[in-house]
């Protein structure tokens, strides 16, 4: 008996995520088949990005705590001061650099988790949803627990941990921006990591597997 049946999609699903959902179905047959029983950890986008946000908000204040004391001052009212041009050059950059940056938060993603995939690259497919205007990166095989989290992390750890503890050091205020936002953009990969590391498994064998279709994974556990 499954646990949890498989909800009805909310969209119309691409071409790309119907084919992933099938081969999802078929290891899931065969899993079910030798006794495992199904739990999903999974998030609406509206969730990931209201709660997800709550979560990263240590991480911001944090780096905004640190560039403060380590460089004295943020240079905000400089930079607004007599309309200086760099306001504009700021804006545009941070607006310009989204789109390249969502990429490669993904393709972090996608690298970090095919180091535990079983094919290795092969088993990583990227999309977008455009109806909440979002890319992803999802993974067909299963996955370790530690690889799972390591790759789920990974991209807000780089584009916006490191590069906040960049931002403070040479005291630019566009790299911590942009930083800062990157923290908030991994928010929901850091509430899926708690969902994750929150739940208590009841069996001694688990397979973790990344739902092909919504943001979160589907746990696998036989006792």
């Known amino acids: 008996m499954v646990k949890n049946k498989e ?11 119907k084919k992933r959902n099938e081969k999802f179905l078929v290891k899931e047959a065969v899993l079910l088949s030798k006794g495992y029983k ?3 950890l999974t998030i609406s986008i509206a969730k990931a990005n209201f709660v997800g946000v709550l979560l ?67 088993d990583i497919e990227y999309g977008f949803i455009k109806e909440q205007l979002t890319p992803y990166c999802c993974c067909l095989s299963p996955l370790s627990k530690k690889a799972y989290i390591i790759g789920s992390l990974m991209p807000m750890t780089i584009l916006g941990i490191l590069l906040g503890i960049v931002s403070i050091l040479v005291g630019n205020l566009l790299l911590l921006i942009i930083a800062e936002l990157q923290v908030f953009g991994g928010s929901g990969d850091i509430l899926v990591t708690s969902m994750l590391l929150r739940y208590k498994s009841k069996g001694k064998d688990v397979v973790l597997i990344d739902h092909p279709t919504e943001c979160g994974l589907v746990v696998f556990e036989k006792a």
Not at 56 to 62: G, I, K
Not at 82 to 105: C, E, M, Q, R, T
């Open 56 to 122: 990263t908000l240590p991480f911001v204040l944090a780096i905004a705590a640190g560039y403060y004391l380590y460089n004295g001052h943020f240079g905000v009212l400089t930079l607004l001061k007599d309309n200086s041009p760099k306001y504009f050059i700021y804006l545009a950059v941070i607006f310009v650099s989204f789109i390249p940056l969502a990429v490669v938060h993904e393709a972090i993603h996608g690298f970090c988790w095919s180091r535990g995939a079983e094919n290795g690259t092969k």
């Open 38 to 40: 199904r739990n999903d």
């Open 7 to 17: 909800k009805k999609p909310q969209r119309k699903l691409t071409p790309a995520e």
